[in-house]
C-alpha cells in the first residue's frame, strides 16, 4: 500500500510555455501532499506543502504566482510551472502523507519523480 | 531550523566491505528519521524509518541508529554489493522533513 504517481515522468518544452504535473496517491486519501525540487547533485527541497481544499503554503524564496499548486481532490494535487525558463529544469517530486495508516502519522510517500527539461 | 548534514559525501568501497553512513541534525525535536535510497534519475526508495521514540531499526543487511540527544543516525550496510550503489540521504522529520546533501555509494566488484 501507500503508491504515489507522478505524470508525466518526463518532459521538455519550450522557454515561456506552462507545464502541469500531477501527483497522486493510488490507495489511500492524502490530507496532505508535498511538492519537493531536486537540482542536480543536490538533495531534495521542499518547495510547497499543500492540504486539501485550501492554499498551498510556500517555502522562502518559491514564487507561488510561478509555482501553482492544486490540491483539489484527496488524492491528486497538481504543480503548474507557469512561464518555464530553462532555469526551472529540474527533478520534482511530490510526496503524501496520509495520518490515517497505523503508525504513519508522520511518514510521506514517494512519488518516483518528473525530469523538467526547459528549451 | 533545521539542518541535515551527511557525511561523507561520496564513498567507494569494495564488494563485501561493510559501509557506514553518517546523518547528523541540528534540531532534536523530530518525529521520526528515515532513509532513501536514490538511483540516478530516479525518485525516492524508502529503507528504514526510525521514529523519535526507538533507538534503531533493521531490515536485512540493513541497520539504521538514531540517538537524538547528540543529533546523529548511522545507517550501516552489511557485506556491500554492487547493487547497493546510490545515493543515500536521510531525513528528518520535524515539522517539514528536511534533507541531507546525501552520499553518494559505489561499491567496486
Known amino acids: 500500500g501507500a503508491v504515489v504517481s507522478q505524470h508525466p515522468s518526463r518532459v521538455i518544452c519550450k522557454s515561456g510555455t506552462s507545464v502541469k504535473i500531477e501527483c497522486r496517491s493510488l490507495d489511500f486519501q492524502a490530507t496532505t501532499m508535498f511538492w519537493y525540487r531536486q537540482f542536480p547533485k543536490q538533495s531534495l527541497m521542499l518547495m510547497a506543502t499543500s492540504n486539501e481544499g485550501s492554499k498551498a503554503t510556500y517555502e522562502q524564496g518559491v514564487e507561488k504566482d510561478k509555482f501553482l499548486i492544486n490540491h483539489a481532490s484527496l488524492t491528486l494535487s497538481t504543480l503548474t510551472v507557469t512561464s518555464a525558463h530553462p532555469e526551472d529544469s529540474s527533478f520534482y517530486i511530490c510526496?503524501?502523507?496520509?495520518?490515517?495508516?497505523?503508525?504513519?502519522?508522520?511518514?510521506?510517500?514517494f512519488g518516483p519523480g518528473t525530469r523538467l527539461t526547459v528549451l | 531550523k533545521q539542518e541535515v548534514t551527511q557525511i561523507p559525501a561520496a564513498l567507494s568501497v569494495p564488494e563485501g566491505e561493510n559501509l557506514v553512513l553518517n546523518c547528523s541534525f541540528t534540531?532534536?525535536?523530530?518525529?521520526?528519521l528515515q532513509w532513501f535510497r536514490q538511483d540516478p534519475g530516479k525518485g525516492l526508495t524508502s529503507l528504514l524509518l526510525i521514529q523519535s521514540s526507538q533507538r534503531e531499526q533493521t531490515s536485512g543487511r540493513l541497520n539504521a541508529s538514531l540517538d537524538k540527544s547528540s543529533g546523529r543516525s548511522t545507517l550501516y550496510i552489511a557485506a556491500s554489493q554492487p547493487g547497493d550503489s546510490a545515493t543515500y540521504l536521510c531525513?528528518?522529520?520535524?515539522?517539514?522533513?528536511?534533507f541531507g546533501g546525501g552520499t553518494r555509494v559505489l561499491v567496486k566488484p
Open positions: 531525513g528528518a522529520a520535524g515539522n517539514k522533513l528536511t
Open positions: 534540531d532534536s525535536a523530530i518525529y521520526n
Open positions: 510526496s503524501a502523507r496520509n495520518p490515517g495508516l497505523a503508525g504513519s502519522t508522520d511518514t510521506q510517500y
